[in-house]
């Protein structure tokens, strides 16, 4: 957030109000005569000044300065206006005692000095410089109209040197009469994106009170340093080191930061491991990090690392890491790419003894894109080493590793039957192998473990089908790959207009895909894992063997698959066209079935109608056409209008586990004021389980200081309500 806010002053209202208005350089340079003084006016013979002081006006270009006495030298190119200075130009204005400036140079002096544009408003004792180095003394910021009780900000000293570097000395930030945070010195790149700080005061009964800030002062241009500090009334306090850091030449880029917490947890107040009811230690911490790095267009590494002592330590002490993970996730992955391949090293682990997954240590993978041979003939493969491991914190479940190779290549041939229609058939195969299959208990102690593992019976991720297996620790699973996609598209144009949707023309897309897979079992033995297997999806799982990663439980499949893709645009204002009708509908109809009775998969239905700017509606559903039961329902409905107010109402149903609703508003009061209000019910548990409401103050150009009331209901870790006075986006 300062970083924004010495943008803000210094960049944003001195550069661009100040050098747009009072510098204009190669206007000023060119045109210096073009500037006109009122009259009447006077000629002093020994300076050589024009000097008006009745109703002193000077024009120049599309600005106007007035003040009790203006002297104009048109030789030297220098203005001097002194008493009452008022300069204004499209929606700023600045008031000051005095101003000295040099057209030519583009160098000026104003003192004591107030410039605002109805959003923000900066005074200043002084503002002296050139558009390569000037400096501000003495600053006050508000955002909106100055008042006793909002958010204000104060600076000694800012300064811009050379273009590209902010220089700050004793920064100071207060929401109304109380300071929150003092920076005694800054230096930064002028383009530096980085926030210096982040504060939040908070409320809630099972935390208390509670202060947080995240510091990151500059110790280099590219490396800042501080720390995470959360001061609480009840649970005592939060603190640990965090750095970020920044480098880069060229295309060759580094970038990342380590952020983390530590506190020694009032024991009796601690909840419960909500999923699993085991208790939480009072020793708690989180420890996170994560890395960007590119070399040029060919490498890169991307890297996270999670570490937490439980599940709930950043939900109670780190909101904004648990709302952007939930489920901690610690990995690197590096890449390189040629022209048509890609070559991989992706490491996964777990740190976290609360956490179940597939760990990757590591994998090793080479891709050939698809890459044409022939016209109409492309052909691609892949192949992979993983060493995987699954650990289980029961003592019931054992514990599984293997070493893994999967290898695939196929080739497909695609050729245009008619306009419009495109038939493309493929072929290949693919081999998994594993060089050892190691489950820790002996499986005749539990037999369970390899007698009944699940092999799909379609790539539908509801149908499975049993088959028992015999344990065996090594040996190879093969698969065909034959099929075909069968494409048509169809397009119609119709001159149908609309003033009040907007609509200028309509044209609707058909395409209708008919895919046949055949993926036959070529002889494999029964070696199988528990690592890569099917999770919860939303959508259709991919139709190619290729693009699937639950590769431990591929079994035989035959099948077909329907998808009708439709689009209905109009022409956009500015440039091309714009969707404002898209439906889609999606559907296996299982060839074999394995004797499991079932025909088809689920009918998936994904609809987005946004006609105009200020309307969107979005419709995702899953049904059952054999039992005629809806599955899965997402709906939202969206009005807005754009800096004025929003409105919107969905839902989320997923069958036997999830039934809940939600509706949100907010509305400007102004510029620089907006309320807002949330409300979530669940219908299972017939309560509202989180409701928000609040108010938020434009602080800085596209953040605000927010104040929210937070009212929970049902089970839960937080309490029931709680208040919170911090920095967020401040959306239009």
């Not at 493309?424 to 594993?434: C, D, E, L, N, R």
């Not at 979530?680 to 434009?698: A, N, P, W």
Request: glycine letters at 8%.
């Amino acid at each position: 957030m300062a970083t924004i806010l010495i943008q803000t002053i210094s960049r944003a209202l001195a550069t661009s109000l100040f050098l747009c208005g009072l510098l204009p350089s190669a206007y000023a340079q060119q045109n210096a005569i073009g500037a006109s003084l009122s009259t009447p006016f006077s000629y002093d013979t020994e300076t050589g000044e024009l000097i008006a002081t009745v109703n002193a006006q000077l024009t120049y270009g599309d600005w106007l300065l007035t003040a009790n006495e203006i002297r104009f030298n048109q030789k030297a190119g220098r203005a001097l206006a002194s008493g009452n200075v008022v300069f204004t130009r499209g929606d700023i204005r600045l008031v000051a005692d005095s101003l000295d400036y040099y057209l030519k140079d583009n160098n000026a002096l104003i003192e004591n000095f107030r410039v605002g544009n109805g959003k923000y408003y900066v005074s200043g004792s002084s503002l002296q410089g050139n558009p390569d180095d000037f400096r501000f003394q003495d600053i006050n910021f508000h955002p909106g109209e100055p008042g006793t009780y909002l958010f204000k900000a104060r600076a000694d000293e800012i300064a811009i040197v050379n273009q590209n570097e902010i220089q700050g000395k004793r920064l100071s930030f207060k929401l109304g009469l109380i300071p929150f945070f003092i920076i005694p010195n800054v230096s930064q790149p002028i383009d530096g994106e980085r926030n210096l700080f982040k504060v939040d005061l908070d409320y809630s009964g099972h935390i208390g009170g509670s202060v947080s800030n995240e510091i990151r002062i500059p110790i280099s241009s590219h490396l800042r340093a501080g720390a995470n500090i959360t001061l609480t009334t009840k649970r005592g306090i939060l603190a640990g080191p965090a750095f970020e850091y920044d480098f880069g030449e060229g295309e060759n880029t580094s970038s990342g930061g380590v952020t983390s917490g530590f506190i020694n947890d009032d024991a009796s107040l601690i909840q419960p491991d909500l999923i699993t009811g085991n208790p939480i230690d009072d020793e708690r911490f989180f420890a996170e990090w994560q890395h960007q790095q590119h070399w040029g267009d060919h490498g890169a590494i991307k890297a996270y690392g999670r570490w937490w002592s439980d599940i709930n330590v950043t939900r109670e002490f780190h909101e904004d890491s648990f709302d952007t993970m939930q489920d901690p996730d610690t990995f690197i992955e590096a890449n390189y790419s040629g022209d048509n391949w890609q070559a991989t090293f992706f490491s996964r682990v777990s740190p976290n003894n609360f956490q179940t997954f597939t760990e990757r240590l590591p994998e090793i993978r080479f891709d050939l894109f698809p890459s044409q041979v022939a016209p109409g003939l492309i052909h691609q493969g892949s192949l992979s080493f993983a060493k995987l491991r699954k650990r289980f914190f029961d003592p019931i479940t054992a514990d599984n590793e293997t070493n893994r190779a999967d290898a695939y290549y196929g080739i497909r041939y695609s050729k245009p039957l008619n306009t419009g229609i495109t038939l493309t058939s493929k072929a290949g195969v693919k081999a998994i192998h594993y060089f050892d299959n190691i489950i820790e208990t002996d499986a005749g102690n539990q037999p369970w473990i390899d007698s009944s593992p699940l092999a799909p019976l379609s790539i539908v991720d509801d149908f499975y089908h049993i088959r028992p297996r015999p344990s065996i620790k090594a040996g190879t699973r093969a698969y065909g790959d034959l099929g075909f996609d069968l494409k048509f598209t169809a397009f119609r144009q119709s001159e149908y207009k609309n003033e009040t949707w907007n609509i200028d023309g309509l044209r609707h897309i058909f395409e209708p895909t008919l895919s046949y897979r055949y993926t036959p079992d070529l002889d494999s033995n029964s070696t199988h894992a528990l690592h890569d297997i099917p999770g919860l999806s939303n959508y259709l799982t991919p139709i190619d063997i290729e693009d699937r990663r639950d590769i431990d439980t591929i079994g035989e499949h035959h099948i077909t698959r329907i998808a009708l893709r439709n689009r209905i645009q109009t022409k956009d204002e500015d440039y091309g066209s714009r969707d404002i009708i898209r439906f889609d509908f999606s559907m296996d109809y299982l060839i074999d079935d394995y004797d499991q009775g079932t025909d088809f998969s689920d009918l998936y239905s994904d609809i987005e109608i946004k006609p105009a700017n200020w309307l969107e509606i979005d419709i995702f559903s899953r049904y059952n056409v054999e039992d005629s039961v809806t599955k899965e329902l997402n709906t939202r409905l969206a009005i807005t209008d754009p800096g004025y107010w929003k409105v919107g109402i969905g839902n989320h149903f997923l069958k036997q586990h999830l039934q809940q609703y939600f509706l949100f508003g907010e509305y400007h009061l102004n510029e620089n004021f907006k309320v807002y209000a949330v409300a979530k019910f669940d219908e299972i548990s017939d309560t509202f389980y989180e409701q928000r409401i609040g108010l938020m103050q434009r602080a800085l150009e596209k953040y605000g200081v927010k104040y929210e009331l937070r009212i929970f209901e049902g089970n839960r870790l937080e309490s029931d309500y709680g208040i919170r006075i911090g920095v967020d986006l401040f959306d239009e």
